[in-house]
């Protein structure tokens, strides 16, 4: 893959983060302003809000409740659930046109063509999710044989966004034992050719976030939450 393939992918995962994840984000935290958002559990709010902030007022009630989805839950479901718009913006180059395949490329470190299976993180899949794939990956070696292509069992693969293979779910490792699992670098530095271009991508990632301050707008949520919390009984 030449410096000028790899720039377009960097400039593509910018895009997307700025064009569809950071909008998505905004609109669900919008969402928090209301209590119906929230399982609300009134036995462990106080507790929560003493622990994180010092003290159980509405406003750290609030926050108890807001940051964790904010920064973690909302964000990470955002990112997962656009796993294909990320295939079809960023990689669009290795699109893959096989029933089950998501991309394809010829893999920069031994050369043979690999049809893949994308996914954004280690904790991704469930059990259900090796039959599935597994069986995907059947077809196409089925479909090989009958077209009479060398196909070898280690050219279909699951590629995994972020994450090392100490992070990997137990789920990943089973299909591991079958079908190669590359996750973080080592996806990246097989799709590419280049064995920093993970860290590149975290950084093009991080240039989108510079751009960005929500921190109004999530101290203005807080605030409309801590309203209703106040006048909301069995909270306080």
């Known amino acids: 893959m030449t410096n000028q393939e790899k720039e377009a992918i960097l400039h593509a995962a910018k895009s997307f983060f700025r064009n569809r994840i950071a909008p998505n984000h905004i609109k669900n935290t919008k969402k928090l302003q209301s209590l119906n958002e929230f399982n609300v559990n009134p036995f462990l709010n106080k507790y929560l809000a003493q622990f994180s902030f010092g003290d159980s007022s509405p406003e750290s009630i609030a926050k108890a409740l807001i940051y964790p989805r904010v920064l973690g839950t909302s964000i990470t479901t955002s990112f997962g659930t656009n796993m294909q718009y990320f295939c079809n913006d960023v990689l669009s180059s290795f699109a893959s046109t096989t029933s089950g395949i998501d991309i394809e490329f010829n893999d920069a470190i031994d050369g043979r063509r690999k049809f893949c299976q994308v996914k954004a993180g280690p904790q991704t899949i469930n059990k259900d999710d090796i039959t599935t794939i597994k069986d995907h990956f059947k077809g196409v070696r089925n479909l090989a044989r009958t077209n009479g292509l060398p196909l070898a069992i280690t050219d279909c693969i699951v590629g995994v966004f972020y ?32 064995p920093n271009f993970y860290d590149d991508l975290i950084n093009a990632f991080a240039e989108v976030a510079d751009e960005m301050d929500s921190s109004v707008l999530l101290q203005n949520t807080v605030e409309k939450l801590a309203q209703e919390i106040k006048n909301t009984s069995g909270l306080l």
């Not at 299909?175 to 670098?185: A, C």
């Open 163 to 194: 994450g090392t293979s100490n992070s990997l779910s137990q789920f990943y490792k089973k299909i591991d034992e079958d079908y190669p699992v590359l996750v973080g670098q080592g996806f990246w530095h097989h799709l590419t050719g280049d």
